[in-house]
């Protein structure tokens, strides 16, 4: 296949274009992304068969030029960090909605299938005793400016697939870790903290509960729908992964030897959502997918090392994350 990739410099657009890349030899790649604060060239650095183009998929005749020789595209751009869309929601709507909707009309001109990545977000939160995960039929309901936007953008997935007949699909995926993702997010700041000295910073009572998959599990459920995937499908994607914040911090203080509780709680995020949790078992069904990283310690472990061995992936953004951080009282 010869795919574009939106977003393919950021976190998980990144470890997606270095794996199809990877075990997909006949695949080419043309990556589109604006390299804003998140994305980074160096990402895909001397990979083959990998072109990347910066711009923006605000701008649509780019959008359009670049859609009309792909066979598919995989639609990862979007301003990503709840924290940010408190601070500035217009630019959310303008790149997670206007920009979905660029794509979704160069895809309709020129005939070319979709997959859009979303998240699960867009259901709002769980109780923390509610034994219903998030499946296909629950309603949407985001909480954030970032979530919403999310939940427009796969609203006008759904209209172009149902008024245009767009091939399109939809994924919507718990939290990802892995490699190359950005400081602001909790679990590198948590462990780039620990590196330079200063203890975790937990939001609130930390007993907020997060759904973990390994971004290499994530991405390879994304290229099984490229494959096989329905047009207008919706697939919900996740490892059983839940875990409390504190938890998280104590298991990452332990491996990294400190003591469980040496953290700090801070003020909350506004509109904090209490718990996501993802029952996945249609997908792993539909898709013939299971998650290969089933042992969270393992996974953090192999993180804490990854950004031991790149310094030059984080240390030039932390200091104005941490400085924005604390304007927040964070
Ligand atoms: P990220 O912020 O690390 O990367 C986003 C990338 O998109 C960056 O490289 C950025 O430069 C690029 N980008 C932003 N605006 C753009 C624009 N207007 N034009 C072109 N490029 C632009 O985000 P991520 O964590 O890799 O998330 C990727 C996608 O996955 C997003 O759509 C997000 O909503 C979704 N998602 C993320 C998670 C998660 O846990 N991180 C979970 C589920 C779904
Ligand atoms: O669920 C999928 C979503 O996961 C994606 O759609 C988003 O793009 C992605 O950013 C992520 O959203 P979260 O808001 O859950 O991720 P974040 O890393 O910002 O925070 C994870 C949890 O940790 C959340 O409960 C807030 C908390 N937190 C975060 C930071 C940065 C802290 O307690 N301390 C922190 O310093």
Not at 48 to 56: Q, S
Not at 152 to 168: L, N, Q, T
Not at 270 to 287: K, N, P, T, V
Request: glycine letters at 6%; hydrophobic letters at 35%; a negative charge.
């Amino acid at each position: 296949m010869k795919l574009l990739v939106t977003g393919g410099a950021g976190f998980i657009g990144t470890n997606f274009v270095r794996q199809t890349l990877s075990e997909h030899p006949q695949d080419e790649i043309l990556v589109l992304d604006k390299l804003g604060y998140a994305g980074k060239a160096e990402n895909l650095a001397g990979l083959e068969r990998c072109r990347l183009v910066v711009g923006d998929i605000l701008d649509k005749d780019l959008v359009f030029d670049l859609a009309k020789d792909v066979d598919a595209i995989v639609h990862f751009a979007a301003e990503s960090h709840n924290d940010n869309s408190l601070l500035n929601p217009d630019l959310f709507v303008q790149t997670n909605v206007v920009g979905t909707v660029h794509i979704l009309e160069a895809c309709r001109e020129y005939k070319v299938r979709l997959h859009h990545i979303s998240t699960d977000e867009v259901f709002g939160d769980l109780a923390l005793d509610d034994p219903q995960k998030f499946t296909r039929l629950s309603p949407y309901k985001p909480s954030s400016p970032y979530s919403a936007s999310k939940a427009a953008a796969d609203m006008m997935v759904r209209a172009w697939v149902r008024s245009f007949g767009v091939f399109a699909s939809i994924s919507n995926c718990s939290n990802n870790y892995g490699p190359y993702q950005h400081v602001e997010k909790f679990i590198p700041r948590m462990i780039t903290n620990r590196f330079l000295g200063v203890r975790p910073r937990v939001y609130g009572t930390g007993q907020n509960v997060r759904d973990w998959i390994h971004v290499d599990d994530h991405n390879h459920a994304v290229y099984k729908i490229l494959e096989t995937g329905k047009p207008g499908e919706t697939y919900l994607l996740g490892a059983n992964g839940e875990l409390s914040n504190l938890e998280v911090v104590r298991m990452l203080n332990k491996l990294m030897g400190y003591e469980e509780d040496d953290y700090e709680l801070v003020s909350d995020r506004a509109g904090h959502d209490r718990r996501y949790a993802i029952d996945a078992r249609e997908s792993y069904r539909e898709l013939d997918w299971t998650p290969e990283y089933t042992n969270f310690e393992l996974g953090l472990s192999s993180v804490i090392t990854w950004y031991k061995n790149h310094p030059e992936f984080w240390e030039a953004d932390k200091a104005q994350v941490e400085a924005q951080y604390k304007m927040q009282g964070k």
